[in-house]
């Protein structure tokens, strides 16, 4: 049983590892295809290397060409091999290479150049026959897997270190490396975001130096991809330097964009972008260029004034924007190109901060007081001549404390020496338009537009409060005034209440009054009416009887001339008097039924020369007609007689009457 156990051991176990141990020993080696293996040279008829690691002519030492995946044949006697893994770089990162052999660096080198030929570091006998030099690399390794020969090239990762471990002391200066790369954030690619408005300004720190006098590198290289000048934004070193390019500050920027940049060759620093703010010009101050020719003219004494790109302040400003200016190759200083206001005011500063060095002008006046003068100036720079005003001044805030300040002081000084206190308070207007007038000159001396100046009231230091005390008498003296006045308005305002409560109360009767005089009319015209028909009744009265007399007196005329016939018909006028008694006699008869013929006679005295009744009654009618009266007597009949003369007479008289009147 355990002879046969044996058996079985020996043949499953003890003989393929002996086999295997017998291929070990004849040179046949298995290398995995995610690995490859550094062959190393035990011994050769060639000799040994005396100042190389990588042997290039069958030398003992390490071999410059890697085993892939695969079966290969190495007797253990002459090769090892060192089986390494196959180099990884992740997406997003940057790889660098340090070489432990190759020619060594020029002394104005810090990085081996770039040998093509070497096809990333894979070929060490491409990039050592081809000049490759031993140190950090100028070339770096993007993503991707590399078949590395570890011996030769050491790649130094953010989180891992691919090398072949050949004395104590690599691990420590790869990593020291690691560190240097690390801190200039150089494992991962330059990203400048277009929303965070920056740029970035290269420091190259390999390449020729600077030419003395300059302090920064100048634009190299040309925009063509196919040129041999074209180093891709820094990102290919071997053309940078061959177009011309030297160590320091670049004068060329990166803008918008993600590169992939040996940060052992140039490290970037990301800065904002200059902003020129709307209301203000940005003039530029260039250390970098050449010396241009000066455009500021022959009047102009304080400088020159050059073109853009050379060196000096620009004649044209920068307009309102954003701009990817290299701060080490120059400055834009911010000119307002709005009013600017300045304030001589304690504690007081204006929006620009401009005025922060500035307080109150102190005075001194003609009579003894000495306040505090407040006052603002309102400024405004021309944009085009903004450059001119920062030739000769560096910038608005020297120009303010060095200039404006001593000059606007000394100004009012001399103002305030010939008025006093009170004038100076009284006349703060002429003042202030005299300055105005007066300072507008000196401010075209110096490229300035003075718009305005703004003069506050004097006050009192800190210490002396007797200006206060003038002022308050001032103010009484005021409020006196306004009162006076105030009694003088109210008193108008009685007047006008007063003529304003009349002209109410004429409202309040105006609707009786009108109504008053409506009526007052009314009648006025009624009694017109009346009048005019009055005139016209009278006119028609006057009228009729005009018309009646005329009838009238047409109807008497008839009458008469009928009269006057009847009389002479009747034999004359009392004839015609006897007839009309006769008949109204009739007519009362009738009426009152009187008998006609007597039942008894009556007769006079003796009957003789007497008159009967009827006579009598007719003697008595006629007397009564005539107004003749009749008497008693015994002279009768001689009465009589002469009743009957007067009634003929009467008669008669009436005649000649009647005549004259129808005549």
Known sequence: MFTTFMIVFLGVVV??????????????????????????????????????????????????????????????LKYRLHSIPLVTIPQGQIGYVFARDGVPLDPKQTLGKVVPESRDFQSVREFLTNGGQRGPQRGILREGTYAVNLAQFAVILEDDIYYLKINREDRKIFEGMADRISARGGFKPVVIKGRSDSIGIVTVHDGPSLEPGEIIAPLVGDNEGGSPKNHNNFQDPENFLRAGGRRGKQYQVLVDGTYFINRLFATVEIIPKTVVPVGSVGVVVSYFGRKGSDTSGEDYKHGELVTEGNKGVWKNPLMPGKYAFNIYAGKVILVPTTNIVLKWIRNETGNHKLDENLSAVDLITKDAFEPELPLSVVIHIDYRKAPLVIQRFGDVKRLVDQTLDPMVAAYFKNIGQVRTLIELIQERSEIQMKASNDMKEKFLHYDLELEEVLIGTPSSSENDGRIEQILVQLRD???????????????????????????????????????????????RNRGRAGYEKAREDAKKVRALASSEAEKEARIGIAKAIAIKEQVKAYGGPRYQVMQQAMEKFARAVETSGVDIVPRMVVTGKGGEGGFSAFENLMLLLMSEKLGVELVDGEEENEEGGRIRKRILSSMEDWDKSEKAEVS
Request: glycine share 6%; with cysteine; proline share 3%.
């Open 15 to 76: 003989l393929p590892l002996l086999s295997i141990a017998l291929l070990w020993l004849s040179g046949f080696r298995l290398i995995s295809n995610s690995r490859c293996a550094v062959v190393e040279k035990k011994w050769s008829g060639k000799g040994s290397l005396e100042d190389r690691i990588i042997a290039l002519h069958g030398e003992a030492g390490f071999q410059p060409d890697v085993l892939r995946g695969g079966i290969h044949f190495r007797t253990p």
């Open 477 to 523: 003296r005021q409020i006196a005034r306004e009162q006076l006045e105030t009694y003088e308005r109210q008193e108008e305002a009685s007047l006008k209440e007063r003529e304003l409560n009349e002209a109410r109360a004429k409202a309040k009767v105006q609707e009786s009054l009108t109504e008053s005089e409506v009526s007052v009319e009314i009648e």
